[in-house]
């Protein structure tokens, strides 16, 4: 029995001391695991690139944003999380840089698939919602931190953070659907986490909703009036040129107003949901170009069974539009299996389980609130695209963390998993009480509220 319990000890602190030199070794392995995945399963959902850029371009431009990501995480993992130049840059900088973004692309930003998602620097394709998702997840952090009282959050706190939501939101909304319910969804859990009660967060949904429900009814009122007076003002144009005609006055009428190029999305949004609603079943459904991406996503995940049909073998990655992207899900469980898509459910579901283990051995509300959001955007922005791929959601695009393509996605979900390694190693270092006094002493004097759910016997949490 003494023997065992040696091993036992022996074994957590080597635990412990590989924790402290670089950070959680669960965190490394979901992380690595991620990108394994994501190289094969990407390559395997490449067809359609394949046939316009080659064999080897597809894999060799994701490997390198990949590569961008690991850089990422290898030098950000090292710096402690309450280095006061890090701190800063990534709760007010970020914050900063972000609803600049933000602002730049809602008026002047590249249009895509008719709504303002991005812009460039240096050719690379920036889109701000990514850098939202952290950037709320770090400052809502520091408010939260800031604020902590006794039994809570302060009313100062609150509403701060209910006027941060509000502002990414009112700027996200356009660029999707679901860029929108997942920030109000990571800020919810971020705001319960840090202690203010489901009345107040209530109360605060209820006057956000009638306020933007009436900024909704008010918006399609102008809208509606704005087609009628542009239509009035055509056909008094023509009547004044003489112009007028049996003709072109049918012309006219049939002719639709001229759209900007940035397209108003709130019909085809509420088109799909109204679609997804009564769609009981696609069975007998015609395919056409509204519904492709459904159809094909689903006879995806049929072909793929229980065992799925191996990698590379997937048919539906020909035809199946963003197949690499907004749908690899599809091809992951068409390829594997009911039993490679549940895998990789799981993956996501642990790295919050883990997060959480960490967050509750932080000593100071700051770190757990991080762990605990940055965890919460990626797990349930996976979870979001596995429920748009398997019917449970509306259709909308949103990427599969680490494992879909695009650059932004990639190095925001790196940068997060950094984060959660930096404070893992922190954390690691608190069994110490020397350096637990150093944390102290690094950070700002207003940042030290205690977490109230940490452990209270921190010599023990790593065994």
């Known amino acids: 029995m003494a023997n065992r319990m040696e091993k036992i000890n022996d074994r957590a602190n080597r635990y412990e001391e590989m924790t402290r030199k670089y950070g959680d070794p669960w965190i490394w392995g979901i992380y690595f695991m991620l990108i394994l995945i994501s190289l094969v399963e990407t390559y395997s959902a490449s067809s359609r690139e394949v046939a316009s850029m080659g064999v080897y371009m597809p894999i060799v431009k994701h490997a390198i944003f990949l590569g961008l990501g690991g850089a990422v995480v290898f030098v950000v993992h090292k710096i402690p999380y309450n280095n006061k130049n890090f701190l800063m840059f990534i709760t007010v900088g970020l914050f900063v840089f972000t609803l600049i973004s933000l602002v730049y692309v809602f008026f002047w930003g590249d249009i895509i698939n008719g709504a303002r998602r991005s812009f460039k620097i240096a050719g690379l394709s920036i889109q701000p919602t990514e850098f939202a998702k952290l950037s709320l997840v770090t400052f809502l952090s520091f408010i939260l931190s800031r604020t902590q009282k006794e039994g809570g959050v302060s009313d100062k706190g609150m509403w701060g953070c209910f006027c941060v939501v509000a502002v990414f939101s009112m700027f996200t909304i356009k660029s999707g659907m679901t860029n929108f319910v997942l920030l109000v969804g990571i800020s919810g859990i971020m705001m319960m986490v840090g202690g203010i009660s489901l009345k107040k967060l209530g109360i605060a949904v209820l006057a956000f909703g009638m306020i933007g429900g009436g900024l909704y009814l008010i918006k399609n009122a102008n809208d509606s009036k704005e087609e009628t ?98 749908y690899i899900y599809s091809i992951i469980v068409e390829d594997t299996g009911l039993i490679g898509g549940i895998f990789v459910l799981i993956l996501y579901i642990f790295l919050l389980g883990r997060a959480g283990m960490i967050a509750r051995r932080c000593r100071r509300t700051l770190p757990a609130l991080i762990v605990i959001g940055t965890a919460s955007m990626i797990t349930l922005q996976a979870l979001f695209h596995m429920a748009i791929n398997t019917g449970v959601f509306p259709v909308s695009g949103q990427p599969l963390p680490l494992i879909s393509k695009g650059g932004s996605s990639i190095l925001i979900v790196s940068f997060a998993f950094a984060l959660l390694l930096s404070i893992s190693r922190t954390v690691a270092g608190l069994t110490d009480k020397q350096n637990a006094t150093k944390e102290d002493q690094d950070l700002p004097e207003e940042l030290r509220a205690e977490n109230p759910s940490m452990l209270i016997n921190y010599t023990n949490v790593w065994k």
Do not use: C
């Open 229 to 326: 007076i542009m239509a009035a003002q055509n056909e008094q144009r023509m009547l004044d040129e003489g112009e007028a005609n049996d003709e072109n006055m049918a012309e006219l009428a049939l002719k639709e107003p001229a759209k900007p190029k940035d397209v108003d999305r709130s019909a085809l949004r509420w088109n799909r949901v109204k679609d997804w609603w009564y769609s009981d079943s696609l069975v007998y459904r015609p395919i056409t170009d509204k519904n492709s991406q459904e159809m094909f996503s689903r006879m995806a995940q049929a072909h793929g069974g229980v065992t799925g049909v191996f990698i590379g073998n997937s048919r539906e990655t020909s035809r199946l539009p963003l197949a690499f992207s907004d």
